[in-house]
């Protein structure tokens, strides 16, 4: 099972971004699944999340602004970023909580990680 992580780059502020995970392999079922990112210097915190039952919770920073959203069909997370801010510059992660085929326990998987870059 992987999580493959899409979409960042650079732009401008106030500009947009959509950022796509997928999740592969077997996988049973997945409880939630959500955004993380890290600065420079920062420690990684969390941007979003939505769980299996479809709750969504953001980070005080980005709400308003960004929308996370899954297909459960395809296994697949976004994370939509509307007005970017320069301090919203940071590697971002995509992670899920996840039952592999076959296992009777539960499983944290982490993306590679995106960079978005936002600079005028």
């Known amino acids: 099972v992987q999580l493959q992580a899409s979409g960042g780059g650079l732009v401008q502020p106030g500009g947009s971004l959509r950022l796509s995970c997928a999740a592969s392999?077997?996988?049973?079922?997945?409880?939630?699944m959500a955004w993380w990112r890290q600065a420079p210097g920062n420690q990684r915190e969390l941007v979003a999340v939505?769980?299996?039952?479809?709750?969504?919770n953001y980070a005080d920073s980005v709400k308003g602004r960004f929308t996370i959203s899954r297909d459960a069909a395809e296994n697949t997370v976004y994370l939509q970023m509307n007005s970017l801010k320069p301090e919203d510059t940071a590697v971002y992660y995509c992670?899920?909580?996840?039952?592999?085929?076959?296992?009777?326990?539960?499983?944290?998987?982490w993306g590679q990680g995106t960079l978005v870059t936002v600079s005028s």
């Open positions: 392999g077997s996988i049973f079922s997945i409880n939630f």
């Open positions: 992670n899920a909580n996840l039952r592999r085929s076959g296992d009777n326990y539960n499983t944290a998987m």
């Open positions: 939505t769980t299996s039952g479809g709750t969504k």
